[in-house]
């Protein structure tokens, strides 16, 4: 009986120290994961951060791009109003010298004018 209590007793000092040792193993995995949570934590925020910073540079930029468009349509409103003729300022009547150059150009190239009879 003394025998089986000591074998008990040395059993059990052998599962305090495997568990101990257990215990040990656990707590470095755990400091070790915590240090590893830490550094992803820390690289997240650092992205985020640079994320953020190039979300508002875009819409700095897109605001600027808003201001620029807007700026060209009104200097383009301006630039067409200026340039703007009055109707009795212009005629579309061709002049004895553009009637002359009309049928020099025709009898030039005959085939882009239609004439079928035209010789190549």
């Given at each position: 009986?003394?025998?089986?209590?000591?074998?008990?007793?040395?059993?059990?000092?052998?599962?305090?120290?495997?568990?101990?040792?257990?215990?040990?193993?656990?707590?470095?995995?755990?400091?070790n994961?915590?240090?590893?949570?830490?550094?992803?934590?820390?690289e997240?925020?650092?992205?985020e951060?640079?994320?953020?910073?190039?979300?508002?540079?875009?819409?700095?930029?897109?605001?600027?791009?808003?201001?620029?468009?807007?700026?060209?349509?009104?200097?383009?409103?301006?630039?067409?109003?200026?340039?703007?003729?009055?109707?009795?300022?212009?005629?579309?009547?061709?002049?004895?010298?553009?009637?002359?150059?009309?049928?020099?150009?025709?009898?030039?190239?005959?085939?882009?004018?239609?004439?079928?009879?035209?010789?190549?």
């Amino acid at each position: 009986m003394q025998l089986a209590i000591k074998t008990t007793v040395v059993l059990s000092i052998a599962q305090v120290v495997e568990t101990e040792a257990n215990r040990e193993a656990l707590r470095k995995e755990l400091a070790n994961m915590q240090r590893k949570m830490a550094e992803f934590e820390e690289e997240v925020r650092v992205r985020e951060k640079d994320f953020n910073m190039a979300l508002e540079d875009g819409r700095r930029t897109e605001r600027k791009l808003a201001a620029d468009r807007h700026n060209l349509e009104i200097s383009l409103d301006n630039a067409n109003s200026d340039i703007q003729v009055p109707r009795d300022t212009y005629s579309l009547e061709f002049t004895p010298i553009h009637t002359k150059r009309q049928r020099q150009v025709t009898a030039k190239f005959p085939q882009h004018f239609g004439h079928r009879n035209a010789k190549y």
